[in-house]
């Protein structure tokens, strides 16, 4: 249905192609998943089949784009609405108009759709997303997940064949990242669309895909899940607990990998293998008493009292909307506070005590190239030449330092923000989901960094839904919901008593207590 002949893309001021002669095809009614290491070139793929590259980023595209055999290769994206549909990283900020039903007919009345039908077509589209209840909301005031569904919606409405997406769960929490998954399979089962997807957290995808799209450096793959995962560079937990234990077939599903390990298990819990010890906290570090954040008549976060120890990366999770953002940007001093204070061991903190990577990493960035932001980091750090880079190199490699850092992937800004602030070593460093478009190898250098800082006696929290990330890094974990502080605990305790944070490898092996493939592989060299 889609296909791909000698496709090479080549950005302006680029030394090599970002694609080289891509040759592939994805069958109709196929759920497909473009997997990659950080900056490798999924989105530029994306891109590719809906024609935004490279007419909205410029550089140049060799080679044709066949749509049931159809050449598009020369078609304007706006062409394409009724048989493409496309949705990216960030969908507030694709939005154009106030509210949810504005959303849906914006496109429909852009294409000249008879208002009558339109109406029909939102009504439809409403019902088959599950949203009637949120037609008259304000874009604005949906969560995360609601958000995604209206994005989804509002490209459905032009009935295309096909829905493109970019990275549709990373800033979800996992509730919300299955409903998003559940009602792509229903529309690629139900109604025979073809979904096209990248994806960094691999865990929440795989079992839902036909196909996968392994893009490596300029070359591109694709086959059968199975298939490309046995020889990808970057594999999800259970997949890779597979590999290093020589199942065959590959496990996808946690019931797969619950059968493969049944004897293992069975043995571990009858003899259960030794944990790794708790880490000991090393002083007060951060405390938070009494937090309020109000935005009008909205209360955000209600009298929240947080301590996160030095020694310690402590990670804030919660659904989407629940307040963990503003909580840190009140504890950061930068963001709204209208009750409560904050201490540093002790002693009142002040603005610039405490480093903070937002969300929007991409807001801290100013400077004209990427060598110009590591060398203004150096400088402000006092730090030897090159200080800054190697951290950059840790988290994602082969970044080119003559771009403009506006021209990196979500996932390589991030990178660059995360070395940015990282480099000086703050005493308190506070992340708001800092593994959102960072693949497997790069979430393992952040983790080896942030335990580096914790050891040395910093102070970290990491606002995040990444529980695969929790259980390798953290050691306490903190759960809000609806504005307050719910639970507390060391992570292992926290992790394994929720059906939310619970890691792949602990359904696999639950009861025993296994939260990481190291420990697993750990446990059985023990034995």
């Known amino acids: 249905m889609i296909e791909l002949q000698h496709v090479s893309v080549t950005y302006a001021e680029a030394t090599k192609p970002v694609l080289d002669d891509v040759s592939l095809r994805i069958r109709e009614g196929d759920l497909a998943l473009v997997s990659g290491p950080t900056g490798s070139g999924k989105s530029t793929l994306l891109g590719c089949l809906t024609n935004l590259v490279p007419r909205f980023t410029g550089g140049r595209r060799t080679g044709k784009v066949l749509l049931d055999g159809s050449d598009i290769t020369t078609a304007a994206p706006r062409e394409l609405a009724d048989r493409i549909g496309y ?18 007919a914006f496109g429909m009345e852009q294409l000249g759709v008879d208002p009558n039908r339109m109406r029909v077509q939102v009504e439809e589209v409403l019902d088959l997303l599950g949203i009637t209840d949120l037609r008259r909301r304000a874009l604005r005031t949906l969560s995360g997940g609601q958000q995604q569904r209206v994005a989804i919606a509002s490209v459905l409405t032009a009935r295309p064949r096909v829905l493109v997406l970019d990275e549709p769960t990373s800033a979800l929490d996992p509730v919300a990242a299955e409903d998003v998954m559940s009602l792509l399979r229903r529309l690629v089962h139900d109604l025979g669309l073809t979904v096209v997807l990248a994806e960094h957290r691999m865990e929440r995808v795989v079992e839902f895909c036909d196909s996968v799209v392994l893009v490596n450096g300029a070359a591109v793959l694709t086959g059968a899940p199975q298939e490309m995962l046995a020889v990808s560079p970057l594999a999800p937990p259970l997949v890779e607990l597979g590999r290093r234990s020589g199942w ?3 496990p996808l599903t946690i019931r797969d990998g619950r059968r493969a390990a049944a004897a293992e298990r069975d043995a571990w819990r009858d003899d259960p293998p030794l944990l790794p010890a708790a880490r000991p906290a090393v002083g007060d570090g951060l405390v938070a008493d009494g937090i309020v954040v109000t935005y009008g008549s909205v209360v955000a976060v209600r009298d929240a009292t947080l301590q996160a120890r030095a020694g310690h990366v402590t990670a804030l999770v919660g659904r989407n909307g629940c307040g963990k953002s503003s909580l840190l940007w009140a504890c950061h001093g930068a963001g709204s506070r209208k009750a409560g ?3 540093i061991a002790g002693h009142p903190s002040k603005l610039g005590d405490i480093a903070l990577v937002p969300q929007t990493a991409s807001d ?5 190239s990427v060598a110009e932001e590591l060398e203004l980091a150096d400088a402000d750090a006092d730090l030897p030449t090159g200080s800054t880079g190697a951290i950059l190199d840790e988290l994602v490699l082969g970044i080119d330092r003559a771009q403009h850092p506006r021209d990196l992937s979500e996932g390589q800004k991030l990178a660059l923000v995360l070395a940015v602030q990282l480099a000086r070593s703050p005493d308190v460093v506070l992340l708001d989901e800092p593994t959102r478009g960072l693949d497997y190898v790069g979430k393992a250098a952040l983790t080896r960094i942030l335990r580096t800082l914790a050891d040395a006696g910093h102070t970290v929290v990491v606002a995040t839904h990444d529980a695969e990330f929790v259980a390798a890094t953290c050691d306490a974990v903190v759960v809000m919901a609806d ?3 719910v639970d507390s605990g060391p992570a292992r305790e926290i992790i394994t008593g929720s059906s939310m944070l619970a890691t792949q490898c602990a359904r696999v092996y639950g009861p025993v207590e296994m939260l990481t493939v190291s420990e697993v592989l750990a446990a059985r060299a023990a034995r």
């Open 483 to 485: 504005g307050e502080l």
């Open 364 to 368: 801290l960035l100013y400077l004209t």
């Open 87 to 104: 949705v990216g990283q960030n969908p507030l900020a694709g939005f154009v108009t106030d509210t949810v039903e504005s959303e849906l």
């Open 341 to 343: 204070s904050v201490t």
């Open 248 to 250: 065959s077939p590959l």
